[in-house]
């Protein structure tokens, strides 16, 4: 039974057709978007008092908006088998910002949410007033570069208990004397912990989503945030995150003096510093002239052999097919095109996910047409300069493209770590110098 006083529970429908479960709670100048983990159940939520305090103290800044992403919760399950990946969760997340009306929002990011409002915020500025970040990180695993992370074995180990222990009062215990150091034994936030996870997923969907975060990266996105950043650590997770917050530009870093690795066990220190944020960030505005965008790039294989072959005729024939082909996979994969050439393309996606699958449906629809075509994939901060994206993204977009071979889909490695969770796979194509790009760049194929 949810407490009195518990906002209404409302559905937005996702441009997919599923339906997200939200709340809001509030009235004033300034939207705040609460992200908590990946799964959660907005109504339970009220049953825990660290939790209701926690939303009303957000909702005294303005709008507070909850939501349960797709899969989670009290929102639609997933019609398939396949996880949700990172740009689709922010679709959620567009669609319940479109249907409460918030055209700009402050996120605040709790944990294993950092990743998903960080490819938000840098996607989507302009919807985007301000981003917290509170013992967030970029990156699950465990990595040379990266000696924060969750090794293989603890991967193991902590997979192995969500898939065998998910739900039950033992595992609740555990994860309640991590989180709350100060108070290990809380018999109602063990009860309540133990019920939020069987409310949320199936100790197998959990287990997939646990996959799923382990095998994000979203570290290349960090610098191309150009919203005000708050990012938020307590003593057990600060140097992970003064790493993260020197690669986000004009980002604030705040040390929590607090032994918990979570918000959970002392959250007034942290809402104390995201109310004096949020006050200082409501008169002074981002830079919204540059965005994160995913570019790619189409070109027809020895176009100019095929067309000396083929005539003139023939060959207009075929490159009006080619097009026609090509605009129809854009619109069904939400691209939008840029420019051609003649014999090739280059469009803007809002995520890489979409981009790929658009890349590999253009190569495989062609083939009727008696012509191949390579694709390059990437993504990266763009300027936008008269509705067009703009800049270095772009120039290395086209020259991954230049390196694939007939009917192949080369990818940056920025875009492997940004399409977790979905059912595409990679295979390494080595390392390339890009024409007038810096460095040595490592790509990869994306496989169907």
Request: negative net charge; hydrophobic residues 45%.
């Amino acid at each position: 039974m949810v407490s009195a006083g518990v906002p209404e529970t409302r559905y937005a429908r996702t441009t997919d057709g599923l339906d997200i479960a939200f709340q809001t709670l509030g009235h004033g100048a300034v939207d705040v978007l609460k992200l908590a983990a990946f799964f959660g159940n907005i109504e339970h939520d009220w049953e825990s008092g660290g939790q209701a305090h926690v939303n009303r103290a957000l909702a005294e800044l303005g709008r507070l908006i909850l939501f349960d992403g797709r899969g989670s919760g009290l929102s639609d399950r997933l019609r398939d088998d396949r996880l949700p990946t990172l740009e689709e969760r922010i679709d959620d997340i567009r669609g319940v910002l479109d249907a409460v009306g918030s055209e700009r929002t402050v996120i605040v990011c709790f944990a294993d949410s950092g990743p998903l409002g960080i490819l938000f915020a840098a996607t989507y500025p302009e919807r985007t007033r301000a981003l917290v970040l509170i013992n967030a990180n970029a990156r699950t695993a465990w990595a040379p570069d990266y000696p924060w992370g969750m090794t293989p074995e603890q991967f193991d180990a902590e997979l192995e208990s969500t898939t065998n222990r998910w739900g039950t009062r033992e595992y609740a215990a555990e994860i309640v004397a991590m989180v709350t150091p100060e108070h290990p034994d809380d018999e109602a936030m063990i009860e309540w912990f133990a019920k939020s996870m069987r409310l949320s997923a199936s100790p197998r969907a959990a287990a997939d989503l646990l996959r799923m975060y382990y095998a994000m990266d979203v570290r290349d996105v960090l610098p191309v945030i150009h919203v005000p950043t708050l990012v938020l650590a307590s003593t057990p997770a600060f140097e992970q995150a003064t790493a993260m917050a020197a690669a986000i530009p004009g980002a604030e870093l705040q040390h929590i003096d607090s032994a918990a690795p979570t918000a959970i066990a002392n959250p007034d220190l942290y809402l104390a510093e995201i109310r004096n944020f949020v006050r200082r960030i409501e008169h002074d505005e981002a830079d919204l002239d540059r965005v994160l965008q995913t570019v790619l790039f189409t070109d027809i294989v020895a176009s100019t052999e095929r067309a000396a072959a083929a005539g003139d005729h023939a060959w207009r024939k075929t490159i009006d097919a080619h097009h026609r082909l090509v605009r129809g996979m854009l619109a069904r994969w939400r691209g939008r095109e840029m420019d051609t050439a003649g014999d090739g393309f280059f469009a803007a996606f809002d995520g890489p996910a979409r981009a790929i699958r658009c890349a590999h449906a253009i190569v495989a629809g062609v083939h009727a047409l008696g012509i191949d075509v390579r694709a390059g994939v990437h993504t990266g901060e763009c300027d936008i300069v008269d509705g067009k994206v703009a800049g270095i993204t772009v120039a290395i977009g086209a020259r991954i493209a230049g390196k694939a071979a007939p009917s192949e889909v080369l990818v940056s490695q920025t875009v492997t770590g940004l399409v977790a969770g979905s059912d595409i796979t990679f295979e390494d194509a080595g390392e390339h110098v890009l024409k007038g790009v810096p460095g040595e760049w490592r790509l990869f194929r994306a496989v169907t």
